[in-house]
């Protein structure tokens, strides 16, 4: 692996594999991402603060579902992507990992 394949691996990866996704989907993810990252940062000020804990438990609700909402986009695009095409080459183990993917969603 040289030094560009490293440093676009994810620190958490645990697979070689790249998703497929468009930059406009990507971009989305991202822009949703950044949002929510500053929610984190101003709740992290509210507890700074000693803003009122039902304030911050609803700020903090926001978060999870901002979270929850790019975790189905992001499962949607997996399935119509990624899951599809290893389908199609006869990878039939991607149906065990994706069941244990929603599971994991589904504990939330």
């Not at 438990?57 to 119509?80: D, F, P, R, T, Y």
């Not at 599971?103 to 939330?108: F, Q, R, V, W």
């Amino acid at each position: 692996m040289d030094r560009t394949d490293a440093s676009r691996e994810s620190p958490v990866s645990k697979s070689p594999r790249n998703s497929h996704h468009t930059e406009t989907f990507k971009n989305n993810l991202i822009t949703r991402l950044n949002r929510i990252e500053g929610q984190v940062r101003g709740v992290r000020r509210m507890i700074e603060n000693d803003t009122y804990c039902d304030d911050v438990l609803n700020q903090i609700a926001a978060i999870q579902s901002a979270l929850n909402g790019v975790s189905k986009l992001l499962l949607e695009g997996h399935m119509k992507s990624c899951v599809v095409e290893r389908i199609q080459e006869g990878d039939l183990a991607v149906i065990e990992e994706l069941l244990t993917t929603v599971h994991k969603l589904m504990k939330k």
